[in-house]
């Protein structure tokens, strides 16, 4: 898979944010997504609080490095797949994280069978995509083109 562009994709749907807010759903977040947890030094600091740029850079590294493992166990053969339904797989693993993906699992079937409208259906068919409906449908649609 060619990482740069799973980080450019990221950015472009994710944003970057050099201060703490809440993402849409209330959590506390930084930089490209990051998803502020208990090991975090930024835990407990105010929203507003700014973040530097090689924090954020290294967290999202880190993000990514995540997202992959996520994938290549949520998802067997995930190395598998066309490299397109990879990246669309792990920009869907990085918004939700793997709990919320795990809870995919028509779609998991669609992957497995390389069915990329079912799998497209079961995107659509989602909390998820009522949640971030942009981004949703613009995965959704390269979904429905993976050849």
Known sequence: MNIQKLREELKVDEGCVNEIYKDHLGYLTFGIGHLITDADPEHGLEVGTEIGDERVNDVFEQDI???????????????????????????????????????????????????????????????????????????????????
């Open 65 to 147: 490095k995540t997202v992959i493992a996520d994938c290549e166990n949520e998802y067997v053969f995930f190395n598998d797949l066309p490299e397109e339904a990879q990246h669309i797989v792990a920009n869907m693993m990085f918004n939700m994280g793997k709990p919320r993906m795990q809870k995919f699992l028509k779609f998991k079937v669609a992957l497995a069978e390389q069915n990329w409208e079912k799998a497209a259906i079961e995107m659509e068919d989602s909390l998820w995509h009522k949640q971030v409906t942009n981004r949703a449908n613009r995965l959704i649609e390269r979904m429905k083109n993976v050849n």
